[in-house]
DNA sequence: TATGTTTATGCAGCAGTGTTGCGTAAATAA
DNA sequence: TTATTTACGCAACACTGCTGCATAAACATA
């Protein structure tokens, strides 16, 4: 990883008024590097248990807090994880776009070019959020 | 519950090549009367810890593999299932409907009425399935 | 650069969720 | 009614996520 991104990683930190420490850098740079969604366990493997389970936890809710990543639905029990794009901060938090699993790799994208269509809901009814997950096969499994 | 129903239960057990048995009708029952979503816990303390907490995932499992259910995406680390429409089948399997998450009361539903739009993938992607999961205030609850 | 205060980390331990193996009980087929 | 197949219940285990507390690191101030 460039000089260039690990300043902006610590410029993301501060902006949320949080402090830049190891294990926030470097979760942030695997978000980065993966380009996708990530559940807990990928940080456990990919940082080659060099943090805490706990400390992991508690990075990624202070993230979610701040507006940096959001989760994905997913039909399994674990909760994945991407990074947010910038237009979303800690008191407007929302996603536009929708997500894609490839049943091939396993692999959870977003797709940010995509946006969620309206949907029309029944009466009595009040929408906050719309989560939208494809499944299927990427464009590199194909 | 009516002796139609828990008639109609034994002829979607007995459709599937299930046998009938007190766990699998109990369980269909709670998701008739339910007329809902239905996570794992709910299935002990609906039934009043009357089966065992394996049985209720090998059945759920079951259910799933027959195409009698389906789970639901969540942000957490329950996995919820519903009932299936008649048109779903072990070999078929989809859902056409929307998902709604009530932040008040926690319930998630079928919108059986509101069909999923179509959704415009990049060049490369396949869909096989789509879920949405919408979130906000249900009409009981507003 | 050193110091005090705040914040994050790591460890131990706990609770909830989901799975597997195996012996027994129940359901179906004959 | 009996034989065979299938499901159930129990014990034990693995994984996931959380809390409390002592220690270590980061930041603000001088």
Redesign the interface.
């Known amino acids: 990883m460039s000089n260039k991104t690990k300043a902006s990683i610590t410029d993301m930190l501060r902006a949320s008024n949080l402090s830049i420490t190891d294990t926030r850098v470097k979760i942030l740079e695997l978000f980065i590097d993966s380009n996708g969604a990530l559940e807990h366990s990928s940080f456990e493997k990919l940082a080659g248990h060099s943090f805490d389970r706990v400390t992991v936890y508690r990075t990624l809710q202070t993230f979610l807090d701040k507006g940096i990543i959001h ?9 994945r994880y991407a990074l947010c794009k910038s237009d979303c901060s800690e008191h407007d938090h929302h996603d536009h776009h ?1 997500h ?1 699993k490839c ?1 091939e790799c396993g692999n959870t994208i977003c ?1 940010d ?2 946006t969620v ?23 590199e499994c ?1």
């Open positions: 989760s994905i639905p997913t039909t399994d029990t674990s909760i929708i894609f049943e797709l070019e995509t269509p309206e949907i029309q809901l029944p009466k009595g009814y009040a929408a906050h959020n719309i989560d939208v997950v494809v499944s299927g096969v990427c464009k194909k």
